[in-house]
């Protein structure tokens, strides 16, 4: 009997156990997103980065003070402008650091948008990097072709004065 009672409050605790745990119920305010929202944000950015590319060094220098003053968040804007065509390699590095920071906090239609951005800044960098590279092996060479054309001159000189 008592091996009965055992195995039939092991069946109730164990059925016990598995149903849900009840809290009272809160109703979670269900977050708003709509495709049509989505779509808007990613039309805004397409318009900002449109309005960057067009823009005169003037009113790209005007708009850099003005994200670079404003509070916090608008580092997005800010690394937009700052990857401008015509940007330096200062402020495309000071861009690829915004964008590492502050891509996750938005949607993935966004960062697939501002990724673009990444591999542009990042093969421009890539690419200054090649350039100065090779212009300064085209420098090395050069001084080396001026040593040995001087030596040259040098020889040439003894020659005609023997």
């Keep these: 009997m008592t091996r009965s009672w055992y195995c ?5 605790m164990l059925s ?9 119920y809160q109703q979670q305010p269900e977050p708003i997103w709509s495709p049509a929202s989505d779509n808007q944000e990613l039309n805004d950015w ?4 449109g309005e960057v590319t067009h823009s005169s060094d003037a009113e790209r220098q005007q708009q ?16 937009l402008w700052l990857s401008h065509p015509r940007a ?3 402020q495309r590095q000071q861009a690829q650091q915004l964008f590492k920071q502050h891509l996750p906090a938005v949607n993935t239609r ?3 948008f501002f990724g673009v951005y990444q591999r542009y800044n990042q093969e421009l960098l890539a690419l200054n990097r090649q350039l100065a590279d090779r212009q300064q092996q085209i420098d090395t060479l ?3 072709l001026n040593e040995l054309a001087s030596i040259d001159q040098q020889i040439n000189e003894r020659k005609f004065r023997e």
Aim: hydrophobic letters at 45%.
């Design 8 to 12: 039939g409050v092991l069946a109730l």
């Design 16 to 24: 016990g156990c598995s149903l849900p745990f009840s809290l009272p």
């Design 46 to 49: 397409l318009q900002l980065a």
């Design 64 to 79: 850099l003070l003005r994200w670079q003053s404003m509070p916090a968040g608008n580092e997005l804007k800010l690394a």
């Design 88 to 90: 330096s390699n200062s």
């Design 110 to 112: 966004v960062q697939q």
């Design 142 to 144: 050069t001084r080396k």
